[in-house]
């Protein structure tokens, strides 16, 4: 290995006391390929073996954990305790390879597809995403937003039992947990919106309840990771600013990470602070040292990667890049960096084991990925 890539492979144990070997994380990252009835398939299993192998943790594609939360086709369950053994096969998997196995929670809100849910798509409000096609969501009653905070914790319990490692809630990407934090999404005058600091109670309800559980029935670590999405595009959306306030909260919750979502590592907010820093830089400075941030977005190379750890950011995560090149961290590792593949080819689904939908996303989808 060339001595300047060192630092990707120190280990790092966190909060929880589960100890990662690396600082090279998988993305989480949908597949579509679950089987109908909510079971994790034969072509993710191999997917996601085929890339366990190298990195430090493996942070699944989302799982949703109410009936009423699934938020696309081909999406593998967790809201029954009969989907258990599923959810053990895929982590005995990711494990067998020496990475972390992370389940991702959540669910879909008013992003999930009507014909999904048999037509009862929620939110925190009855309002519509700003995005063509998207309906008008049943604004959640005060029982029911309790009844999903205990959802995400069973979630937590079946994740415990499979045999994973941590659970990371998704309170990104606009999804249900971001609905409720978001202005735009969340127009509600009770307990649950209204201010700042009252559409922050679901996001932390949701934290609350899933470290209790794990308190409760982990017999050895298991982490609790947050992703979030720094800012929303609509004029009344979440700023950089009101995400900072959420961050302050978080940071205080003992998590074991705080998870960015972003396209580009490097991006710069958009507005509600300063924007000649980085969101990174931003977020480091309110986050400190009360939990690690992994950061994302366009990291291709081990030098991006370094650079992107000489931020602070002790954890990188790699999204597409480990779909091009599963091999990644095997690469660098053993010096051999100069044969990290950075696009691929119509030939390459089968080498790669990607499953059909997903490899027909990839291809149809101009711009997603540099398919040569």
């Not at 919750?253 to 000649?276: C, I, T």
């Amino acid at each position: 290995m060339d001595a300047k890539y060192k630092a990707l492979f120190e280990e790092l144990t966190l909060r929880s006391g589960v100890q990662l070997k690396n600082r090279v994380v998988m993305a989480p990252m949908t597949n579509f390929a679950s089987n109908d009835d909510g079971t994790v398939s034969d072509s993710e299993v191999q997917y996601y073996r085929r890339r366990a192998n190298g990195v430090g943790t493996v942070i699944t594609a989302c799982t949703y954990v109410t009936r009423n939360g699934k938020g696309f086709a081909g999406e593998f369950a967790g809201h029954t305790d009969e989907i258990i053994p599923s959810l053990r096969r895929l982590a005995t998997a990711i494990k067998e390879q020496g990475a972390r196995a992370v389940l991702q929670i959540f669910h879909g809100g008013r992003m999930c597809p009507p014909d999904l849910v048999d037509g009862d798509v929620v939110s925190a409000s009855a309002i519509a995403a700003e995005q063509e096609g998207s309906v008008v969501p049943r604004a959640l009653s005060d029982e029911e937003i309790q009844s999903i905070v205990r959802d995400f914790g069973e979630t937590t319990r079946r994740a415990i039992e499979a045999g994973y490692d941590g659970v990371e809630i998704h309170g990104a990407n606009g999804y249900l947990i971001q609905q409720f934090f978001s202005a735009h999404s969340n127009r509600r005058d009770d307990r649950w919106g209204g201010s700042l600091e009252r559409r922050m109670a679901f996001p932390l309800a949701v934290v609350d309840e899933v470290q209790r559980v794990v308190a409760q029935h982990a017999k050895q670590p298991f982490l609790v990771g947050y992703r979030f999405s720094p800012e929303e595009p609509e004029a009344v959306g979440i700023t950089m600013a009101d995400t900072l306030k959420l961050l302050e909260a978080l940071a205080d919750k003992n998590l074991d990470y705080l998870h960015v979502s972003l396209m580009d590592f490097w991006s710069h907010p958009r507005r509600g602070v300063d924007d000649s820093r980085t969101r990174i830089e931003w977020i480091l400075q309110t986050v400190g040292d009360r939990a690690p941030v992994i950061g994302v977005g366009s990291i291709h190379t081990a030098d991006d990667a370094i650079k992107a750890l000489n931020t602070g950011v002790p954890l990188i995560a790699l999204g597409r890049e480990l779909i091009v090149e599963p091999d990644w961290a095997q690469k660098v590792a053993e010096g051999r960096e100069s044969e990290i593949k950075t696009t691929i080819s119509k030939d390459d689904q089968e080498r790669l084991l990607i499953p059909d939908p997903l490899w027909q996303a990839i291809i149809n989808t101009p711009g997603w990925f540099p398919v040569v």
